[in-house]
């Protein structure tokens, strides 16, 4: 960024900068939960597959999710001006295979169990955590639009390991010893920096 807070776009595309096969490989290391980030209502639910979803800020609590600029779901987003999160957990792979594309748009939200927030807002069941988010703004970054949610509600049962994406495969998370303590857990949880 420069000084007066403007983003550096021009630097996006500097001499030296390296290919998008290198980025793709050197991106493949990054182990991230699997979300399907969506929006809409009723029949006109949209939502995709994302890795590119994180922690904003506790004061408000927010988070920011990457869309492609100029897809339904971005569109729907701002037409909605809102958007939920799912953080799938370990035996949804098939629901992000599907958010991924690997089925048609209008029978994605066939596979899990969905019920919608107050918002109206798709919310899946058995996610690790979902969130229900109002658009507090966005940003155009290269060819992704980064939206930042205002989380409005939230749903984080803590029986369910995440589902993550490590090397262009899913994996799963090992137990931890705390997990069997909830007053370990618990505490480990609550200091945690967001």
Request: aromatic fraction near 6%.
């Amino acid at each position: 960024m420069s000084m007066n807070g403007a983003l550096r776009l021009d630097l996006l595309h500097a001499a030296g900068a390296v290919t998008k096969q290198t980025f793709a490989e050197a991106m493949s290391h990054l182990a991230s939960t699997v979300c399907v980030v969506s929006a809409g209502q009723g029949a006109r639910r949209l939502g995709r597959t994302a890795t590119a979803v994180f922690s904003l800020s506790a004061n408000p609590p927010s988070v920011v999710v990457s869309i492609r600029s100029g897809s339904d779901l971005a569109r729907a987003i701002v037409e909605e001006g809102g958007f939920s999160v799912a953080m799938l957990s370990e035996d949804q792979e098939g629901i992000g295979d599907a958010f991924a594309g690997r089925v048609p748009p209008e029978t994605r939200f066939l596979l899990g169990v969905w019920e919608s927030w107050p918002s109206g807002r798709p919310r899946l069941l058995g996610a690790s955590a979902t969130l229900d988010c109002e658009l507090g703004g966005s940003v155009a970054v290269a060819d992704h639009e980064l939206f930042v949610g205002v989380i409005t509600a939230t749903d984080a049962p803590g029986h369910a390991r995440p589902l993550l994406w490590n090397r262009r495969h899913y994996q799963s998370l090992k137990p931890h010893a705390a997990d069997d303590q909830p007053d370990a857990a618990q505490h480990d949880r609550g200091t945690a920096a967001v």
